[in-house]
């Protein structure tokens, strides 16, 4: 089995800043892409920031400048530093991956159970 557990969330003041962590563990062969999404309340999903295996990424524009996504190989964790954060980031953030699991062919996707980010004075 494939499991993600996420950590990092919590209450910070404008500007603060906060890092998420997402690792994965289970059987897995090779991981080939991980990233962030978040969703606010009466809001829709949307992609925050991802990263592939042969290193590039690639951020929604809201937070180009402010977040940086970065992947422990060895670990398989995958982090997303935020910083300068504002009240509008406030939001339950998850990770997903994609991934090959080990004596199988086949590419899934699996995502974490989410974590709360709340920015507030």
């Known amino acids: 089995q494939v499991q993600l557990v996420e950590s990092g969330g919590g209450l910070v003041q404008p500007g603060g800043s906060l890092r998420l962590s997402c690792a994965v563990s289970g059987s897995i062969s090779s991981i080939f892409a991980m990233g962030w999404h978040r969703q606010a309340p009466g809001k829709q999903r949307e992609l925050v920031a991802g990263?592939?295996?042969?290193?590039?990424?690639n951020y929604a524009d809201s937070v180009k400048g402010r977040f940086t996504i970065s992947r422990d190989n060895a670990q398989n964790t995958v982090y997303l530093q935020m910083n300068s954060l504002k009240p509008e980031d406030t939001a339950v953030y998850y990770c997903?991956?994609?991934?090959?699991?080990?004596?199988?062919?086949?590419?899934?996707?699996?995502w974490g159970q989410g974590t709360q980010v709340t920015v507030s004075s």
């Open positions: 997903n991956v994609l991934l090959q699991r080990r004596g199988y062919p086949s590419l899934d996707d699996y």
């Open positions: 990263t592939t295996s042969g290193g590039s990424t």
